[in-house]
């Protein structure tokens, strides 16, 4: 029923969005928030990642697998640079978002085919409007 899905979406925009990637992920697929709109929770995980990435914690230690975790979780919040950055290091191809992070970092943190899920994030980044991916 149309009428019943403005109502929820009017009190869905009143509601405060979910702070953890699985809630914002289980709004998304349910259909209540739009797979396009840009998540805050994503860019922050972005940030985190970046920051990891470019020794912002700690002069002396770059974090990789910090920045591997935030990099996937801004991809999961539906992040479109982290998807394309995410699918890049995946692939084994150059990204401008986490340039020191490499293929063969990834693939000791990912279980499954690393290649696989880089072509699955590069597929949701084309989705969502990446004419390049």
Same mark, same amino acid.
Not at 68 to 95: R, T, W
């Given at each position: 029923?149309?009428? &019943?899905?403005?109502?929820?979406?009017?009190?869905?925009?009143?509601?405060?969005? #979910?702070?953890?990637?699985?809630?914002?992920s289980a709004l998304k697929l349910?259909?209540?928030?739009?797979?396009?709109?840009?998540? %805050?929770?994503?860019?922050?995980?972005?940030?985190?990642?970046? *920051?990891?990435?470019?020794?912002?914690?700690?002069? !002396?230690? &770059?974090?990789? !697998?910090?920045?591997?975790?935030?990099?996937?979780?801004?991809?999961?919040?539906? !992040? &479109?640079?982290?998807? %394309?950055?995410?699918?890049?290091? *995946?692939?084994?191809? #150059?990204?401008?978002?986490? #340039?020191?992070? !490499?293929?063969?970092?990834?693939?000791?943190?990912?279980?499954?085919?690393?290649?696989?899920?880089?072509?699955?994030?590069? %597929?949701?980044?084309?989705?969502?409007?990446?004419?390049?991916?």
């Amino acid at each position: 029923d149309p009428e &019943q899905q403005i109502m929820m979406k009017q009190k869905l925009d009143r509601v405060a969005r #979910p702070s953890s990637v699985s809630a914002l992920s289980a709004l998304k697929l349910s259909g209540l928030i739009p797979e396009s709109e840009e998540s %805050v929770l994503g860019s922050i995980h972005l940030d985190l990642a970046v *920051y990891h990435e470019t020794c912002r914690f700690d002069a !002396n230690i &770059q974090d990789k !697998n910090s920045a591997h975790f935030h990099l996937k979780a801004a991809a999961d919040c539906g !992040n &479109q640079l982290a998807l %394309v950055a995410i699918s890049s290091v *995946y692939l084994g191809l #150059p990204n401008d978002i986490l #340039p020191a992070l !490499n293929h063969l970092d990834a693939a000791e943190l990912v279980p499954e085919n690393i290649e696989d899920r880089g072509l699955d994030f590069m %597929v949701s980044a084309a989705r969502n409007g990446d004419v390049n991916s």
